[in-house]
C-alpha cells in the first residue's frame, strides 16, 4: 500500500507524528515515576507495532535514565482464543532479552487497545516464559470497547470510538510515517465478527 | 498449503519457506522453560505406524503434545491389523475416534494418498513415510538443518537454499528420505546430485530435478552439504552390490574423503545409522555431521507442520503479508 495514500478516503489523522512523539516520552516519563527508576523493567512489544513502539520507548527511557533497558517481542499467536476462526497464522518472533523475565517489572507494549483479547493472550504467554514481578501494560490508543476486564497503564491517546469505526496506527519503521488514523468500515463490514 | 502433506512434491516453494520459517519460531519454544503452547488443545492427532520407527514416531508425538495435541499411537503390531483388518476399516475406527490429524507410515507406497483421497477420514493425513516413495518431514527437517547451518537460523528466515549445492549418496533406490529430499531441495531452489552405485539408481531417474554422479570423490570438493544414505538392507531383495567391503570402500564416508568437502560443508544422515557402512565412527562422531541436530530439528518441523495444517479453522494459505494483524484483530 503506497503509505503516503489513505486507505479510504473518510480516514482521518486523530494523533500525527510528532503527537506520536510526544505521547511516547511522556509515557516514558510515567514509567520512571511509577517504576521509581525503571531499575528492573522490562519491555516486550506485541508484533508487529508494538516491537516497534517499544524500542522506541526503550530509547526514550535510556535518554531520561541513562542505562540501557531491556528491550523484546512476545508474540501472541499461538495463544489467541480465535485460532479456529481463521486459516492458521504466520507466527510472529519472540524475543525475550538475555536475563529473562524473572522478577522483574515487565512493560507489555502494543499499539492499539481494544477488545482487551490480545492481552490476554499475551499474559499467558508470558506465563510460559517466567515469572515476572508485576506486568503492565503501555498502548498508544485506547479505543474502549473491552470484552475481558484488562486496563492499561500507562495510555497515548484515549480515543473513544464506535463499533463502525476503524483505528488503524501506522509507524515509520512498518508504513514509511507515523500517523493514528480514524476510519469508518466498509459497509459490507458493518457487522464484521469481533475478533482479539 | 493443502489440507493433507502426502509429498514433498506438493510443496510450493512458499509453502516450504512458510514451514521453515514456522519451525525456526517452534525451534525457540525448546529453550524455554515450559516447552508447551496451548495452540491444539483439544485436538487430536493419532500416530499410525505400520512400519517400525523409533525416531519419526517418537518426534511427531514429541511436536503433538508440544503443542498440547492428544496423542494416540497406534502401531500395527499388537492392534487388530496383526488379525487381518484392512486400512479402511483401521481408518473408519478413527475417524469414529474423532482424529483430526492421522500420521501415517506404512509398507506400502500410496497408502497415505489412499488415506487421505479415500473419503474414508476428515482429518489432515500427514505421510510420515511411505514404502520406497516419500518421506517429506524428513526432507524439511533436512532442509532446515541446512538452512541453519549454511546461512544461520535468522539470516535463513524467508529464504530458500538457492544454489547450494547438496550431494545425496547411497541407496537411492529404496530410499523414500532422497525421493523427497529431490523435489524439495529442487523446490527451494538447491542443486542436487545422486551419488550411488548404477544398481541402486532408481528407474527413472532422468525425470527428477536433479543429476546423477557414480564417483564420489569426484562431487564432494563441490559440496555444500552430503546425506548419506542408510543401505536399507530390509528391503533388498537381489545382490545390488558385490561386498559390503567394496560398497564402504566406493560409497561410504571416512575421514579422508570428508576432508576433501569444503571447510564449511556438513556431513547428514537421517538415521538410523550402520557405521562402518555408509559412514565411519571417526565422521558420524565431529562436529561437521548433523544427525543428532536433525533428531532436534525434527520435533521443530513437525511442529510448524502440524501447527500450519490443524491451527486454523483450514490450512495456512501462501503466506499473507507480513504484517496480516488488522486493526479489528486488537
Redesign the interface.
Known amino acids: 500500500m503506497d503509505a503516503q495514500q489513505h486507505p479510504d478516503a473518510a480516514a482521518r489523522p486523530v494523533l500525527e507524528a510528532p503527537d506520536i512523539a510526544r505521547v511516547l516520552t511522556r509515557i516514558a516519563h510515567e514509567i520512571v515515576e511509577r517504576a521509581k527508576g525503571a531499575d528492573d523493567v522490562v519491555l516486550l512489544g506485541i508484533?508487529?507495532?508494538g516491537v516497534f513502539l517499544a524500542r522506541r520507548l526503550a530509547d526514550k527511557l535510556e535518554a531520561i535514565t541513562g542505562r540501557g533497558i531491556p528491550v523484546g517481542s512476545l508474540?501472541i499467536t499461538?495463544?489467541r482464543d480465535d485460532?479456529?476462526?481463521?486459516?492458521?497464522?504466520?507466527?510472529?518472533?519472540?524475543e525475550i532479552p538475555g536475563d529473562g523475565v524473572d522478577g522483574r517489572l515487565v512493560v507489555l507494549v502494543?499499539?492499539?487497545?481494544?477488545?482487551g483479547r490480545?492481552i490476554r493472550a499475551a499474559l499467558?504467554a508470558l506465563g510460559?516464559?517466567?515469572r515476572p514481578r508485576a506486568v503492565q501494560l503501555a498502548v498508544l490508543v485506547d479505543?474502549g470497547h473491552r470484552e475481558l476486564p484488562i486496563r492499561a497503564d500507562y495510555v497515548g491517546k484515549n480515543l473513544p470510538t464506535s463499533l463502525r469505526e476503524?483505528?488503524?496506527v501506522q509507524l515509520a519503521e512498518?508504513d514509511g510515517r507515523d500517523t493514528v488514523l480514524l476510519g469508518l468500515r466498509e459497509p459490507a463490514e458493518t457487522a464484521?465478527v469481533?475478533?482479539? | 498449503m493443502k489440507r493433507h502433506l502426502i509429498s514433498a512434491a506438493d510443496l510450493t516453494r512458499d509453502d516450504a519457506v512458510?514451514i521453515l520459517?514456522?519451525a525456526e519460531?517452534m525451534a525457540?519454544v525448546a529453550d524455554?522453560?515450559?516447552k508447551?503452547?496451548?495452540?491444539l488443545r483439544g485436538r487430536t492427532v493419532v500416530n499410525l505406524f505400520f512400519e517400525d520407527s523409533t525416531r519419526t514416531r517418537i518426534s511427531f508425538e514429541a511436536a503433538a503434545k508440544r503443542l498440547s495435541a492428544d496423542v494416540i499411537n497406534f502401531s500395527a503390531k499388537g492392534s487388530s491389523v496383526s488379525k487381518g483388518e484392512s486400512l479402511k476399516d483401521t481408518a473408519l475406527t478413527l475417524e469414529a475416534m474423532g482424529a483430526d490429524a492421522v500420521v501415517i507410515r506404512h509398507h506400502a507406497s500410496g497408502a497415505p494418498y489412499r488415506l487421505a483421497t479415500s473419503g474414508w477420514i476428515d482429518g489432515s493425513v500427514v505421510n510420515a513415510g511411505d514404502g520406497t516413495h516419500e518421506h517429506p518431514t524428513q526432507a524439511l527437517l533436512d532442509a532446515f538443518t541446512m538452512r541453519r547451518r549454511l546461512t544461520g537460523p535468522d539470516d535463513g528466515l524467508g529464504r530458500g537454499l538457492d544454489g547450494r549445492r547438496i550431494t545425496i549418496v547411497g541407496d537411492v533406490l529404496h530410499s523414500r528420505v532422497a525421493r523427497s529430499n529431490v523435489h524439495l531441495l529442487a523446490t527451494l531452489g538447491a542443486h542436487v546430485t545422486l551419488v550411488a552405485p548404477p544398481t541402486l539408481v532408481p528407474v527413472g531417474v532422468q525425470t527428477w530435478p536433479c543429476e546423477v554422479a557414480y564417483d564420489l570423490d569426484q562431487v564432494l570438493p563441490k559440496s555444500d552439504a552430503v546425506m548419506m544414505l542408510r543401505v536399507q538392507r530390509e528391503r533388498m531383495n537381489a545382490a545390488f552390490f558385490p561386498t559390503e567391503r567394496e560398497y564402504s570402500r566406493r560409497y561410504g564416508l571416512d575421514g579422508d574423503r570428508m576432508a576433501k568437502m569444503p571447510e564449511h560443508a556438513v556431513v547428514m544422515h537421517p538415521g538410523p545409522m550402520n557405521r562402518g557402512m555408509e559412514i565411519t565412527a571417526e565422521v558420524a562422531d565431529s562436529g561437521r555431521c548433523t544427525a543428532v541436530e536433525q533428531v532436534a530439528n525434527g520435533v521443530s518441523i513437525r511442529m510448524a507442520v502440524l501447527?500450519?495444517?490443524?491451527?486454523?479453522?483450514?490450512?495456512?494459505?501462501a503466506?499473507?503479508a507480513?504484517?496480516?494483524?488488522t486493526?479489528?484483530?486488537?
Open positions: 508484533p508487529t507495532r508474540d499461538m495463544y485460532l479456529r476462526m481463521r486459516p492458521a497464522r504466520t507466527l510472529a518472533r519472540t502494543d499499539d492499539v487497545l481494544f477488545s490480545t499467558d510460559d516464559i517466567g479505543r476503524t483505528v488503524k512498518e464484521p469481533r475478533e482479539q | 512458510l520459517d514456522t519460531e525457540r524455554r522453560p515450559i508447551k503452547l496451548p495452540t501447527y500450519l495444517l490443524l491451527g486454523g479453522n483450514e490450512p495456512a494459505v503466506t499473507p507480513a504484517s496480516s494483524r486493526e479489528e484483530s486488537k
